[in-house]
C-alpha cells in the first residue's frame, strides 16, 4: 500500500475511533484508468452501491469479499477516494442477476440493457485475457455496498 493509502486510512481511523490494524483493502474498478475514474466519482456520489466481478476469474490468492469488510476505493491514479462497507455477497449466474443489482450498479443510464451491453464487453475481455471464453452461465460475484467514507 502507498503512503497516500495509509495516511488516508489512518485520518479515517482515527475520526472512527476504529483500530488503525482493522482489516481493509484498496482498489479500483475496471480495467482502464477512465473506467476506474469514474467508477469511483459514482461511488463517492452514492449513486454506484454494487458491482459485479466474474468468479472463475479471481486468482487463487484473491479473497472473494465478505460482509462488513472495509474497501478504500482508488480512482485510476492510484490514490483514494472513498471508503466502502461491504453489505451483501452472493455469487449468481450472470444470465440471473436482476435489474436492480444492476440499477444499483449506477452506470449509464441504469438500465439493465444498459448495464448488460457494457458487462457483457467488460467479461467477454476479461475471460478472454485468461485464454478463457465467457459464457451466460458464468458464476459471478455479486457486491452491495454502503460508501461510509
Not at 46 to 68: C, F, H, M, R
Not at 99 to 121: F, L, T
Request: charged letters at 30%; aromatic letters at 16%.
Amino acid at each position: 500500500m502507498s503512503d497516500l493509502i495509509k495516511k488516508y486510512w489512518k485520518k479515517f481511523c482515527e475520526e472512527k475511533q476504529l483500530d488503525e490494524e482493522t482489516e481493509y483493502d484498496a482498489w479500483s474498478f475496471g480495467n482502464t484508468k477512465q473506467m476506474a475514474d469514474e467508477l469511483a466519482e459514482l461511488v463517492n456520489k452514492g449513486i454506484k452501491t454494487a458491482t459485479t466481478s466474474a468468479y472463475e476469474l479471481y486468482e487463487q490468492d484473491d479473497l472473494l469479499p465478505e460482509v462488513g469488510e472495509f474497501n478504500i476505493i482508488l480512482n485510476g491514479s492510484g490514490e483514494p477516494v472513498c471508503i466502502t462497507q461491504t453489505k451483501v455477497v452472493y455469487i449468481m449466474p450472470y444470465n440471473l442477476i436482476s435489474p436492480e443489482h444492476a440499477w444499483h450498479e449506477g452506470e449509464g443510464d441504469r438500465s439493465y440493457n444498459y448495464w448488460r451491453r457494457v458487462h457483457d464487453q467488460f467479461f467477454e475481455s476479461g475471460y478472454k485475457d485468461f485464454g478463457k471464453k465467457f459464457y451466460e452461465q458464468a458464476p459471478m460475484v455479486c457486491e452491495v455496498f454502503e460508501k461510509i467514507y
